[in-house]
């Protein structure tokens, strides 16, 4: 059974551990495989400080106790940006294409209007048609591309910033 829920401390193996599976897996996160160098007692600690703040927030989807994804919402650190919120998702690709990361995103959007923040924001490979299809049917719309902003297997890739605002 699919489940969506919120991050605690004693997940912070488990989310290291998926994250790194995911950059193995696909060309769509931001590290290479090899290049997450974080211990789980880092990883502990990055969460306990996420979830020190009222503005940031994990949210886990695992399939009978497994995880399988996740959506990181990343709160902006100081008065004039805390209201913004920038999300990194990833999803196991054997579960792609079965309401997850509508689900995910759905988990955020009611997090965040519940704390009054009021802009979600996010970067996608332009490449990543899955992912953008994924941002444009949750209402998020491009801002703007970065050109050659990141280099995957030796060829420059392009980056939309894309945005939802809360009313």
Known sequence: MIAIRQITVEDAEAYLQLREQL??????????PGERQITVEQERERVKSLLATDNSMVFLTENDGEPIGFLWANGGLFRRNHHNVHIVIGIRAIFTNQGIGTRLFQACEAWARERGLHRLELTVMTNNHL???????????VEGTARDALRVDGEYVDLHYMSKLLT
């Open 23 to 32: 950059d193995n897996e696909t060309k769509f996160m931001l590290l290479e």
């Open 131 to 141: 992912g953008s299809a994924l941002y444009q049917k949750m209402g998020f719309a």
